[in-house]
C-alpha cells in the first residue's frame, strides 16, 4: 500500500522568512497579519511535501509509505483548469505505476472546483482526496498537519476505493460533488449543504457512510493545452440587473452559466437577452444560493425557471454555479452538443435512472 501526495501550495504550505509566528494568515483563510517592524506583512505559498509530513504526529501509524510530488507553488486563487487537468494527468502515471492511493493539498479558494473538476476526470478506483488548511502553519493551531493525515488516512483506506475524488477537511469526508467552501476564515469552512458529508475519520480509521448514486467520468484529453482552448464563464443575477453585464460576457465565451434568483429565475427584461444566447451557445441555468436544486416546471412567469427551460437554457439540477461551470468547462472540452450536455446535468440531478449519458 502506498500513497501519492501532489502538493500545490495554498494556505497549508505558506509561511514566511523570518520564522513561525512573524505573521497572521495572508493565504486563502484570510486573516488579517501583526507586522512588527522590519518583519513581512504575510505568508506565501513556500513548504514542499516533505516539510508538510514533518510536521504530522503519528504519521508511522499510517502503516503506508507516502510518495511525495511537489507539483506546484501558489495561492489556490491563481490556479488554472489547465494545472488541473495536467494534475489528472500526473495522477493516473502514479497510480498506473502501482500507487494505491493519493492525496493532493492546495489552497481553499479554490479548493471545491479543483476536487470536482478531477472527481469528472478521474475513472480509477484509487481514491483521490483532496486537503488544505485554514490556518498557516506559522499559526497557533494550524489544522494543515491534521487535515492531511486524515487525507492520507481516506486515501489508503479500502472503503474509499470507487468513490472518485473526495475532500477531508476537519476530520469529514465530502463528496467532490457537493462540498463547498461556505466560511472565508472558520476551520469547519467545508460543508456539503446538499446531504452532508458521506463520513468521517474516527480513531484513525475511514469510516464511509453514504455513496453518491451516480459517478460521471469524462474522455476528456490530459493535455493541459486543451483545456485552454475552452472558455466559460459565470453571470449572477443582482437586484435590477438590466443584462448588461450578460451582453458583454456573451460573445467571450463558448459556454455560460447563469447564477439565478431562487429556484432559478431572472428578471424578465434580460429574458430575450438570454433566448439569444442560448440559441448560439449552451447557456447552464443554475441558483445563486448555494443549496437546493434548480426546479423545472413550477414556476411560469417570463424569467422562470420553465420559461427559461422552454427556451433552451440547460437546468444545473443540484449543481451550484461554481461546479455547473466546471462540468459545462468539461463537457465542451469532451465535444458534447446541447442535448449530451443537458442529458448530464439531468444525470447528475438524479434523472435518467442513475444512469450516465457517457
Known amino acids: 500500500m502506498t500513497v501519492a ?3 500545490l501550495g495554498g494556505t497549508i504550505a505558506s509561511t514566511n522568512d523570518q520564522g513561525a509566528g512573524d505573521a497572521g494568515d495572508a493565504g486563502d483563510a484570510g486573516r488579517g497579519g501583526r507586522a512588527g517592524a522590519g518583519r513581512a506583512a504575510g505568508v506565501t505559498p513556500r513548504l514542499g511535501g ?3 509530513l514533518s510536521a504530522i504526529p503519528g504519521l508511522g501509524g499510517l502503516g503506508a509509505p507516502v510518495e ?3 507539483f506546484r507553488q501558489m495561492p489556490g486563487a491563481s490556479l ?3 494545472d488541473v487537468v495536467a494534475l489528472a494527468g500526473a495522477i493516473r502515471a502514479r497510480v498506473d505505476a502501482g500507487v494505491d492511493g493519493v492525496v493532493v493539498t492546495q489552497g481553499t479558494d479554490t479548493l471545491e472546483e479543483t476536487a470536482f473538476l478531477l472527481d469528472l476526470l478521474w475513472d480509477g478506483a484509487a481514491p483521490v482526496v483532496v486537503t488544505g488548511a485554514m490556518r498557516n502553519p506559522t499559526l497557533a493551531g494550524a489544522d494543515g498537519p491534521a487535515n492531511v493525515l486524515a487525507a492520507l488516512t481516506v486515501a489508503a483506506s479500502p472503503a474509499a476505493r470507487g468513490l472518485g475524488c473526495l475532500v477531508v477537511m ?5 463528496a467532490a460533488r457537493y462540498v ?3 466560511h472565508t476564515m472558520s476551520v469547519a469552512a467545508f460543508a456539503s449543504p446538499a446531504l452532508g458529508p458521506i463520513g468521517a475519520v474516527t480513531e484513525a480509521r475511514a469510516r464511509i457512510l ?3 448514486l451516480v459517478r460521471l467520468n469524462f474522455p476528456v484529453s490530459g493535455s493541459a493545452a486543451a483545456a485552454s482552448e475552452v472558455r466559460t464563464g459565470l453571470v449572477t443575477m443582482v437586484l435590477g440587473d438590466d443584462g448588461a453585464l450578460l451582453r458583454a460576457a456573451g460573445d467571450q465565451f463558448d459556454g455560460l452559466v447563469v447564477a439565478g434568483f431562487g ?7 434580460i429574458v430575450p437577452d438570454l433566448h439569444r444566447l442560448a440559441g448560439r451557445i449552451p447557456v447552464v441555468l443554475a441558483s445563486r444560493t448555494g443549496a437546493g436544486m434548480v426546479l423545472a416546471r413550477t414556476y411560469a412567469f417570463p424569467g422562470s425557471e420553465r420559461d427559461l427551460l422552454d427556451r433552451g437554457l440547460v437546468g444545473a439540477g443540484f449543481l451550484d454555479p461554481l461546479k455547473a461551470r466546471i462540468l459545462l468547462h468539461v463537457l465542451l472540452m469532451a465535444g458534447a452538443g446541447r442535448d449530451r450536455i443537458a442529458a448530464t446535468f439531468r444525470a447528475l440531478a438524479g434523472d435518467g435512472q442513475g444512469t450516465s449519458p457517457w
Not at 476537519?170 to 465530502?174: F, M, V, Y
Not at 429556484?263 to 427584461?269: F, K, L, S
Open 210 to 212: 453514504t455513496r453518491p
Open 170 to 174: 476537519a476530520d469529514q469526508i465530502h
Open 68 to 70: 511525495v510530488h511537489d
Open 50 to 52: 516533505k516539510e508538510l
Open 263 to 269: 429556484v432559478g429565475h431572472v428578471p424578465e427584461a
Open 180 to 182: 463547498r467552501k461556505v
Open 5 to 7: 501526495l501532489f502538493t
Open 80 to 82: 488554472a483548469i489547465a
